[in-house]
C-alpha cells in the first residue's frame, strides 16, 4: 500500500523568499503528482512527473523527483502571495491515488 | 473544452437518508474516479470506473457504491448517512483507467450530514 507524506504541513512565509515542500512516498509508483488547492475549490493540476530525475518548472514553481530516494520536491522561488494555497503531491498504486495530508501555505506581503 | 462537471455542489442530508452525486467527466475521458475530501482524513480514494466497470475501489463501507454509464458520465451513491459522511467528494476524469493518466479534478460536492 502507498503512503504519501508530506512536510510541513503548514507554511508561513514572506514574499520574495524561496522554500521547498518535500513528498515522501513509500513504495514505486507510476508517477507523481502535484496539485493545488484554493479554499473551498477543486483540486488543480501542477505538475506530473514521470520518471526519476525529472525536472518541471511552470513560472515560480519547480518540482522534482528522485526515485530513489523515493522523494519528490515542489520549490517556490521568489514566492508571490498568490501562490498561497495548499499544495498536495500524490502518487499512484492500485489504490488510485494516494495522496498527502497537503501543505497549507500562506505567503505574507 | 469543458471541465469535468458534478451536480450538485452543495447538499445538505440528515443521517440515515441516502444520496445521489454525478459526475461527467471531460468529454473523451473514460475514467472516472471518486475521492472523499475531510479535514481530518484528507483526500482518499472511493472508487475508480471504466467502460461501466468499476475498477478499483478504496478503503470504504459497502454504503459507498458507484456505477458509470454508457457515456462515461458516473454517480455515486452513499447510503444510511453518517455524520461522519459530511465532507467534499471529488471527481476526477482521465483519457483512461489507471494513475498513469493525470486525472482532471471537477468542482465537487460539499455533503453536509446533519
Known amino acids: 500500500e502507498l503512503k504519501v507524506e508530506q512536510n510541513p504541513l503548514f507554511l508561513s512565509m514572506q514574499e520574495g523568499k524561496n522554500y521547498t515542500i518535500y513528498c515522501n512516498y513509500s513504495t514505486t509508483s507510476d508517477r507523481l503528482y502535484w496539485y493545488r488547492q484554493d479554499p473551498g475549490k477543486s483540486l488543480e493540476s501542477l505538475f506530473v512527473?514521470?520518471?526519476?530525475?525529472a525536472v518541471k518548472q511552470e513560472g515560480r514553481l519547480m518540482a522534482s523527483l528522485d526515485t530513489k530516494a523515493r522523494l519528490s520536491t515542489l520549490h517556490i522561488t521568489a514566492a508571490v502571495h498568490d501562490l498561497s494555497a495548499t499544495y498536495f503531491c500524490?502518487?499512484?498504486?492500485?489504490?488510485?491515488?494516494?495522496f498527502g495530508k497537503g501543505t497549507h501555505l500562506i505567503i505574507q506581503p | 473544452k469543458a471541465g469535468v462537471t458534478q451536480t450538485p455542489r452543495y447538499l445538505i442530508k440528515t443521517r440515515g437518508q441516502q444520496v445521489t452525486l454525478s459526475c461527467s467527466p471531460i468529454?473523451?475521458?473514460?475514467?472516472v474516479s471518486w475521492y472523499q475530501q475531510t479535514p481530518g482524513q484528507g483526500l482518499q480514494f472511493l472508487f475508480e470506473y471504466f467502460s461501466e466497470t468499476q475498477r478499483n475501489k478504496g478503503n470504504f463501507p459497502g454504503r459507498f457504491s458507484g456505477r458509470q454509464f454508457s457515456n462515461s458520465r458516473s454517480e455515486m451513491n452513499v447510503s444510511t448517512l453518517e455524520l461522519g459522511d459530511s465532507a467534499l467528494y471529488l471527481c476526477?476524469?482521465?483519457?483512461?483507467?489507471?494513475?498513469?493518466?493525470?486525472?482532471?479534478f471537477g468542482p465537487g460536492t460539499r455533503l453536509t450530514v446533519l
Open positions: 500524490g502518487g499512484g498504486g492500485a489504490d488510485g491515488l494516494t
Open positions: 476526477a476524469s482521465s483519457l483512461a483507467a489507471g494513475v498513469g493518466y493525470e486525472q482532471f
Open positions: 468529454s473523451g475521458h473514460r475514467s
Open positions: 512527473l514521470l520518471s526519476n530525475g
